[in-house]
């Protein structure tokens, strides 16, 4: 019987350098013999690439209320779909964001995180959940290409501390994202191996 995989989802505000961290994590850990696969939100599903194309590149910004219904269609799809498949496979996924996205944009935006968790209940737990920091002035600065309706200064700092509080509760591990990229990518790593010894 194949032993069930590890799901581990990397968060962060836009520009934060969870892609890269998210990636070369999966590049990592394939080195030292673990078969990882490196997956995102929104998914690459029809309704994931709705929300590429109709919704995060808008020039105003829909109501927070349908980006969190769109953001949990897609995730549940994604779950049902590649994650839960793969963890049956025995793999370990790596999500590049997850559901603390939902509760940190649309929290931030003034929805009820109640109910963004009520409608994201049939969302897998990960296993384990990081949140890369970095200040919003400095990922704001970062932000070279045309910038999507979320990634204003004021919603990031907004964004920022809907994340911290997630963090003060215990439901994210910090990782201080504020240094020199292969610090951040050797930080994210040992979390990772720790876990995964005493998993």
Same mark, same amino acid.
């Given at each position: ?10 968060? /962060?505000?836009?520009? +934060? ?15 030292? /013999? ?8 929104? +998914?690459?599903?029809?309704? /994931? ?31 049902? +779909? ?94 201080? /994202? ?19 010894? +005493?998993?």
């Amino acid at each position: 019987m194949v032993k069930r995989g590890i799901f581990i989802c990397i968060e /962060g505000i836009d520009a +934060s350098g969870k892609s890269t961290q998210a990636r070369w994590l999966v590049r990592n850990l394939r080195r030292r /013999g673990f078969d990882a696969i490196y997956t995102t939100e929104p +998914s690459k599903s029809e309704v /994931g690439s709705f929300i590429r194309r109709y919704i995060l590149q808008r020039k105003k910004r829909v109501p927070a209320v349908v980006e969190a219904l769109l953001f949990a269609v897609d995730r549940i799809d994604h779950v049902e +779909s590649k994650i839960e498949p793969t963890l049956e496979s025995g793999k370990i996924v790596v999500s590049d964001r997850y559901v603390y996205s939902s509760l940190a944009y649309q929290g931030a935006a003034g929805l009820d995180v109640d109910w963004i968790q009520k409608i994201n209940r049939m969302a897998l737990p990960p296993n384990l959940a990081i949140y890369i920091d970095v200040p919003p002035e400095v990922v704001v600065k970062r932000m070279r290409r045309r910038r999507s309706v979320m990634e204003t200064l004021k919603n990031q700092r907004r964004v920022r501390e809907s994340y911290m509080q997630l963090v003060r509760k215990g439901h994210l591990v910090l990782i201080n /994202g504020n240094r020199p990229a292969s610090e951040v990518t050797q930080n994210i790593l040992a979390v990772v191996l720790k876990h995964l010894k +005493s998993a």
